[in-house]
């Protein structure tokens, strides 16, 4: 699987109820918002146990960007994982992230739930 497949899988199933209140009341208001707005967190977490996470050499990093919080994954190699970053309308300023771990020890409850439908998803596929 390629890095648009990755992405297209996880954002496939990326939906309101995903949304924390802060940003789905934004998103209420605005439902023109793209669909990434948002979801940086829940994508990125999703995407670091899918990877295999920190055994894997990924790291959750979080940055503020437009005064805003922004959550992405770097790996050992330098490689940036941002899986929302289209919903911002000038580039993340990456060098400014810093390393962090997610909030919850192990995937919070948006993070599991999006972890199910895809593996859902992939079954039927199968």
């Not at 962090?100 to 039927?124: D, H, Y």
């Amino acid at each position: 699987m390629d890095w648009p497949e990755f992405r297209g899988m996880i954002l496939d199933h990326l939906t309101d109820d995903l949304l924390d209140k802060k940003h789905l009341a934004i998103k209420k208001k605005n439902p023109n918002l793209p669909q990434t707005f948002g979801h940086c967190y829940v994508a990125s977490e999703a995407a670091y146990y899918l990877l295999g996470g920190k055994e894997e050499g990924w790291k959750p990093m979080f940055v503020r960007h437009l005064g805003a919080s922004h959550w992405f994954l770097k790996h050992e190699s330098g490689l940036i994982l941002d899986l929302t970053w289209n919903q911002f309308k000038s580039p993340v300023d990456y060098s400014k992230g810093r390393g962090t771990g997610f909030l919850t020890k192990k995937p919070s409850r948006r993070a599991k739930t999006l972890l199910i439908r895809i593996k859902e998803s992939r079954r039927t596929q199968s």
